[in-house]
Each structure stands twice: as structure tokens, then as C-alpha cells.
């Protein structure tokens, strides 16, 4: 077998682009067939979508599952960012492999069990790009939900690229049954602005929004012990509440978030008692109380 377990074929030229909003070819539908029978044994299929990059979005993914895991819950992660993979360094995995047998392909083991896969764990090289196409990112998102061994899990937490392109299209399209998007801002009018088109995006695609995630909110100074609000304050929070979304938490800078990063550790994990931490505890407290103890259909959707 091939060191590479997912084989993406390019395209056949076609006279007219397929539309990927409209229902799949029957070429197919078998593909579709094998994610459903994947995905019914994920109770949650929660996508982090930002308006823009720069926002945190793959920490707030990475930090989210892990607080969802130390919940108790049984979680998996799925980094569609192929430009920019950054979820397996943050949860400490980069560097594994991918390994597929009868059943699949199986994923990595992060944090708390947590289970990865990411285009990272097959790129050869650091500085390797990827030069996909639309087509080809809508086949390898089939393929992360369908030939995956996800098995029984509570929550699967899917790390979306910056915007509203081909890859939020194609989730909102593959995933059976997705609960919702949560979305990703940090406190400006430039970032604010972003994430309305998200928040619009959600209602285009007919998908429910959980939430709004406020990342770098403001810095604790550590000698005063005061607030800074360093790229404004509680501009998200006046957002989520002018467009009827729930404000899910508000997560503070933290000096050591980068420092983790860069290493390569996981910042929830080594600081688990950091305002940051507590947060995305909090954080996750709510995303299963909402989803969990309360019916999706009472949501406010506004």
C-alpha cells in the first residue's frame, strides 16, 4: 500500500464547472454514501469558520476540542486549511503519520485522545505547497469524511480556512446533519466586518450559527492586574448581539499562546489554569449545553 492513503485524481475537463451547491453526480454518490455511514456515528459536526486569517481560528479550533475532551467527550478534528495547516503543530502531533487499514484510514491521536487529520501529516517537507484547485479540496474533504476511521465520537470540530470559498462550501454541502458553524473574530471594525459576510454565508448555505468565538479580547497586564484592550473592546460582543447570535466566550491574549505554538505544545494542555484556558472551558461548557440539553430548533438563528 502507498505511503500516501488518500489518492486524488485530477479532474476530467469538463464544457460546463459543476455547480458544488447542487446535489453530486451519480459518479459520486457512493463517495457521499460511505460519509454518511461514517459521519452517523458523530453525534456533532461543529465547523470553526473566520471572516478573515490572523484571527486565531485554528487555536480557537484546536483549544475548543480539547476542552471538549477534558469535558469528558470523545473528540475528532479535521484541518480543511490545506494552505495552512497549523492544527497538528498546536495539538503536539506534527511530524506522525497517517496510517490506513481494512477499516480506513486512521487518524493521528492528540491531546486527551483527541483524533487528527490534517493535509500536514502528508506533505513531505516543511516548505511543500499546496496548489489545489477548488475540485480537487472539495474530493479531499470526501475523502477526510468518508475513508477516515472516525468511530464513535461525541463531537467532530472541523478548522475551516479564512472566508467563505470553496472549502466552507464543500463542508456545508459533504457533512450530513452539521450542527452549526461557530465563528471565529478578534475586537476590530476590519474583522467585525469579515464575519458578518460569514454570518451570512451560514444563512445562504441554510446552516444554524452556535456561536461567536471573541478571540484576543484584551491582555491581562500581570504587574496591575488592569485590562487592555488592546485592539478594541467588546466589538465582537456588540456584533453577536446586533445579528442575534450567542457570544460564546472572549478569550484574553496570553503571551505563552505563542510561545506554545511555536514549539509545537499544546497551550490548553501546558497552562490549563491560564484565563485563556479557563475560557475555552467555559467555552465548551456552553457549546454542550446548547447543543446537548437544548434543541437545535430553538436556537436564535437571526
Same mark, same amino acid.
Given at each position: 500500500m502507498s505511503s500516501n492513503p488518500f489518492r486524488l485524481q485530477s479532474p476530467q475537463p469538463t464544457k460546463q464547472p459543476r455547480d458544488l451547491r447542487k446535489a453530486p453526480a451519480p459518479q459520486v454518490?457512493?463517495?457521499?454514501?460511505?460519509?454518511?455511514?461514517?459521519?452517523?456515528?458523530?453525534?456533532?459536526?461543529?465547523?470553526i469558520l473566520s471572516g478573515k486569517g490572523g484571527v486565531g481560528k485554528s487555536f480557537v479550533s484546536s483549544n475548543l476540542a480539547m476542552a471538549l475532551a477534558a469535558a469528558g467527550k470523545s473528540v475528532g478534528i479535521i484541518d480543511v486549511d490545506f494552505h495552512g495547516p497549523s492544527v497538528p503543530k498546536m495539538l503536539?502531533?506534527?511530524g506522525q503519520m497517517l496510517t490506513a487499514d481494512?477499516?480506513?484510514?486512521?487518524?493521528?491521536?492528540?491531546? +486527551?485522545?483527541?483524533?487528527?487529520?490534517?493535509i500536514d501529516f502528508l506533505l513531505p517537507r516543511d516548505d511543500t505547497p499546496v496548489i489545489w484547485r477548488g475540485s480537487i479540496k472539495h474530493s479531499a474533504i470526501r475523502q477526510f469524511l468518508g475513508d477516515v476511521n472516525w468511530g464513535q465520537l461525541d463531537y467532530l470540530i472541523i478548522d475551516m480556512p479564512p472566508g467563505t470559498g470553496d472549502e466552507a462550501l464543500s463542508v456545508a454541502q459533504l457533512v450530513p446533519n452539521i450542527t452549526g458553524f461557530i465563528i471565529v473574530t478578534i475586537p476590530s471594525e476590519v474583522s467585525t466586518l469579515a464575519?458578518?459576510?460569514?454570518?451570512? +454565508?451560514?444563512?445562504?448555505?441554510?446552516?444554524?450559527?452556535?456561536?461567536?468565538?471573541?478571540?484576543?479580547?484584551?491582555?491581562?497586564?500581570?504587574?496591575?492586574?488592569?485590562?487592555y484592550y488592546i485592539f478594541g473592546q467588546d466589538k465582537g460582543k456588540k456584533m453577536a448581539e446586533e445579528l442575534g447570535v450567542p457570544l460564546l466566550?472572549?478569550?484574553?491574549?496570553?503571551?505563552?499562546?505563542?510561545?506554545?505554538?511555536?514549539?509545537?505544545?499544546p497551550f490548553f494542555l501546558?497552562?490549563?489554569?491560564?484565563?485563556?484556558?479557563?475560557?475555552?472551558?467555559?467555552?465548551?461548557?456552553?457549546?454542550?449545553?446548547?447543543?446537548?440539553?437544548?434543541?437545535?430548533?430553538?436556537?436564535?438563528?437571526?
Open positions: 454518490q457512493g463517495a457521499d454514501l460511505k460519509i454518511q455511514s461514517r459521519m452517523k456515528n458523530v453525534k456533532y459536526k461543529i465547523a503536539g502531533v506534527r481494512d477499516n480506513g484510514i486512521n487518524p493521528v491521536n492528540g491531546p +486527551f485522545g483527541i483524533k487528527v487529520v490534517s464575519v458578518r459576510r460569514s454570518i451570512n +454565508f451560514t444563512k445562504t448555505v441554510n446552516t444554524k450559527i452556535l456561536g461567536v468565538v471573541e478571540n484576543m479580547s484584551y491582555f491581562v497586564c500581570p504587574s496591575e492586574g488592569k485590562n466566550g472572549q478569550v484574553p491574549l496570553d503571551p505563552r499562546i505563542a510561545e506554545s505554538n511555536d514549539l509545537g505544545e501546558k497552562y490549563l489554569d491560564s484565563p485563556a484556558s479557563k475560557e475555552f472551558l467555559k467555552i465548551a461548557d456552553k457549546v454542550i449545553e446548547m447543543v446537548e440539553n437544548q434543541k437545535l430548533s430553538d436556537l436564535n438563528l437571526k
